[in-house]
């Protein structure tokens, strides 16, 4: 080993540090993502060493006037920043490999640069062509988009210097590499460096930085969960490759709130904005079918109306199956053990089977009526009406428990058509009465069962 070199391995999926090799992190619980990388310390100082050369200022003197920020054109995309794109600010966008990042911030970089912004797209991983080729899919661009397909940080450094434009993309953080680490590109140490050199040029030059980040289930390449940290929004695409919307999540950011959703679909000509997504995930619903209860779920600010399935089957198992789809395992136990507890539902000797149909991941309590319905609904074999919706937190002793926003949700199922509404008593004496719906409230689980019944 070299003076001044050490070597530490790191887990790729979290960037836990050891100084020996172990099986499983103790981070984040990942077996075999540990490996070995060169540490060298001189970068670190040349990058600190930069930062101070920016020197100290007093508070007064920032000019926070340039803080306007930059629309992307995109209502869905412009939601989940939090009201548009910050100048100066680090973004990183997560997701499984094919889901659709470079297409969505090809879409941007058309957006802004048609807003006469100098944009830069830098790709690591496709050639011009293949960029073009995406390009033609997507529509015209202005010429303030330029393209380069650079994999080394210092070259790239100084074109951002040159060039100065307001938003720089980087496709994808796990190509490049600095020549002063001597780890492979894709290794934590690459991966942080990279990404601590972005956000200083970031914040020195008040460029928008975007980062692409993949997400990698066999912990060779470093995934985005190793930066979060270090960035200051962090966006998460989502959605089954094989189906055709997408689901842009925040999970972290600095400038607005982290709850908030963007539905996308793709299609042949790139990602369009969905924006009515209730009426998307109840798209294709089957009629009189027995174990599937609509729901209403917040995300961030917006109401989404989904559809929640259970099948409730005679299980040949000593230990009965039991799978959640989109929402937490743990949960659906729980609701199981309050109905086989507080209504006498046999369900020790079935497998049951929960789904959030469209793929979508649900972690509010508010979808559990929702989920003792429809698992009863399977179990009877008797089918709930199709106008019927139902919301509301269940509690151990089988209460009914308020959930927030309401109103929001019932007049989000009132557009949707839904006439009968079972939601928790608390939250039908807040709103009253509403024009068009009958609205039921209940105390308890029983209650709810003995309104669909
Ligand atoms: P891509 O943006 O390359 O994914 P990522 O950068 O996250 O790896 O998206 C690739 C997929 O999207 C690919 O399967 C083709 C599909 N696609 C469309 O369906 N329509 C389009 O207009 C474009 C550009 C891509
Ligand atoms: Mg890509």
Request: hydrophobic share 40%; proline share 3%.
């Amino acid at each position: 080993m070299a003076k001044g070199k050490t070597t530490v391995f790191f887990c790729q999926s979290c960037g836990h540090e050891s100084a020996k090799w172990m099986g499983q992190c103790p981070g984040c619980r990942q077996w075999n993502t540990f490996v070995e990388e060169t540490i060298e310390k001189t970068s670190v100082r040349k990058i600190q060493k930069e930062r101070a050369a920016a020197g100290p200022v007093c508070l007064s003197s920032i000019d926070t006037d340039k803080e306007e920020r930059m629309t992307t054109h995109m209502e869905e995309l412009n939601r989940v920043l939090g009201g548009g794109i910050v100048p100066g600010s680090l973004v990183l966008v997560g997701g499984d490999p094919g889901i659709g990042k470079s297409t969505l911030l090809l879409q941007v970089c058309q957006k802004l640069s048609a807003d006469d912004r100098d944009v830069l797209y830098i790709s690591g991983e496709e050639s011009l062509k293949q960029i073009k080729l995406r390009a033609a899919r997507i529509g015209s661009f202005s010429n303030r988009l330029r393209l380069l397909c650079e994999t080394n940080l210092d070259l790239i450094r100084e074109t951002i210097r040159e060039e100065k434009p307001k938003v720089v993309i980087i496709d994808s953080i796990q190509t490049m590499y600095n020549e002063d680490i001597s780890s492979a590109p894709g290794s934590v140490s690459q991966v942080r460096e990279a990404t601590a050199i972005l956000m200083q040029l970031a914040k020195v030059l008040g460029v928008t930085v975007f980062i692409v980040g993949h997400v990698t289930k066999e912990g060779t390449v470093a995934g985005p969960r190793v930066l979060e940290h270090m960035v200051d929004t962090v966006l998460y695409f989502e959605g089954d490759r094989h189906a055709s919307y997408r689901i842009l999540r925040g999970v972290k950011n600095r400038f607005g709130s982290t709850n908030e959703i963007g539905v996308f679909e793709m299609r042949e000509t790139g990602l369009a904005e969905v924006e009515n997504p209730s009426e998307y995930m109840l798209d294709g619903r089957p009629e009189d079918a027995s174990g599937s209860v609509v729901s209403c779920s917040m995300e961030g600010t917006r109401p989404i109306l989904l559809e929640i399935q259970a099948l409730v089957c005679h299980s040949t198992l000593a230990v009965p199956r039991r799978t959640a789809a989109g929402m937490d395992y743990n949960r659906v136990n729980l609701l199981l053990a309050v109905l086989e507890k507080r209504l006498n539902l046999r369900l020790s000797g079935s497998d049951v089977y929960v789904n959030i149909a469209g793929g979508i991941r649900i972690s509010e309590p508010a979808v559990d009526l929702g989920v003792v319905l429809a698992v009863i609904s399977s179990y009877k074999d008797r089918a709930i009406d199709e106008k019927v919706l139902a919301f509301g937190e269940v509690g151990l002793s089988g209460e009914v428990r308020a959930v927030s926003q309401a109103g929001q949700r019932v007049q989000e199922a009132k557009k949707l058509g839904f006439t009968t509404i079972i939601l928790p008593e608390v939250c039908r004496e807040q709103i009253g009465a509403v024009d068009g719906v009958r609205l039921c409230g209940v105390r308890t689980v029983a209650d709810a069962v003995r309104l669909v019944q």
